[in-house]
């Protein structure tokens, strides 16, 4: 639960006051606050997509605000994954069009690659 | 398809055992071991009307039940195809080594599917896994449940057959960021005491998924770790290393190590550096049975030389 209102609270940095009061709430509450935040994040999406094409992560390097919600979205026939060097963060196998995301609550550098094909490497750079 | 240019190469080696290893394109590699060093002595057919006595093994690779995309909708139908020419054949191969790539996506039913028309072969299959089969949930623990027993580690084992030590490696797991397929300390460990015993004159067939010697880098074609477990293998007089992944045919001498790479029954890959990515090649419908296969290997024992015969499934 601690991790969620992590993301929350990072996801929705810039309108903090409503997170602050949306955490203050019941638990049903947190849970409508998530709901909402991820159809805000269908409709803004797109800017912080790392996409897969041809055994490549493209870009190769983001960077992003801390509190971001990267995706990563596989385009190629063959299934990929996305694993963080020290594996803070390791996605499932990604079939044809299948995405993962991973919120960045803190600030670094943190280099990723696929755990099948591990000469695909990328970076995201959290500021 | 038969590969010609390994003959000749006899280099005093007397009695030992070799490996011939026919490739069979398109389905799998008929090989059979005779004694001395690798060449090819045709496609399946002649290789077997010449050495009828010979012990044959068969490889098979990269059948990836569940892929069914347009490089090849119909993997499971390939792959039947493939074990068709197995029941075909004249003499039934002693067991069928495949070097992985069982399935796509490691789930359960591909699992299934896949066993199920392996188990028409009729046949033994020594398996080794391929980056596709330890994708499941708890990485790994779907392929070890069923193909894992007796094995150490993420899979690897070794047995003995007709006088040869056959090897099966796992390159697959724990691969690091930047870097190739990786067999890891404690599998080296495995294979230096594994070996220890064996005398030099010991015919040894390695096989692991991701060719152990490095082919092309930039796609990832190699294993980090590899010519530790080729040194190791250095002092024996005969070693045949057989793997899978790259979905084509690449065959190599160097010394007393040949090299070979098996079809798959599933879709072929481009050759190094010809495409944007190794993913899969599209090929006109009627031409995809002319780039899969299986490879045939016949073991005589005696002075005879390896040899290597590809054949396809359109063959």
Known sequence: MQTLINQLRARLAPNRPLVVAMLLGPVIGAMFAFGTVAAQDATKKVANEITIDNFTFTPKELTVAVGTTVKWVNHDDIPHTVVEKKTSFRSKALDTDDSYSYTFASAGEFDYFCGLHPHMVGKVIVK | MAKKGFEDRGQGLGRREVLECMVWAGTGVLWTVSGGVPHSVGLIGD???????????LQMSDSHIGFNKPANPDTLGTLR????????????PSFIIHTGDITHLSKPAE???????????????????GEHDIIDEERGKAYLERYGKGSKGAGWYSYDDHGIHFIGLVNVVDLKGGGLGNLGAEQLAWLEADLKDKSNSTPIVVFAHIPLQ????????????GMQALNLLKRFGSVTVLNGHIHQLAQKVEGNM???TALSTAFPQPAPGSAPSPGPMLVPADKLRTVLGLSTVTVVQGNKPLAIVDKTLAG
């Open chain 2, 258 to 260: 040949t090299f070979h």
């Open chain 2, 81 to 92: 195809e493939a074990v068709a020419k197995v029941k075909a054949m004249p003499i039934k």
């Open chain 2, 214 to 225: 490095v082919i092309y880098k930039e796609w990832g074609w190699g294993t980090e770790d």
């Open chain 2, 47 to 57: 290789a077997l009307a010449a050495e009828p006595t010979g012990f044959t093994f």
């Open chain 2, 111 to 129: 699992f299934d599917d896949a066993d199920k028309v392996f188990g028409e072969t009729g046949v033994q299959i020594h398996f080794v896994p």
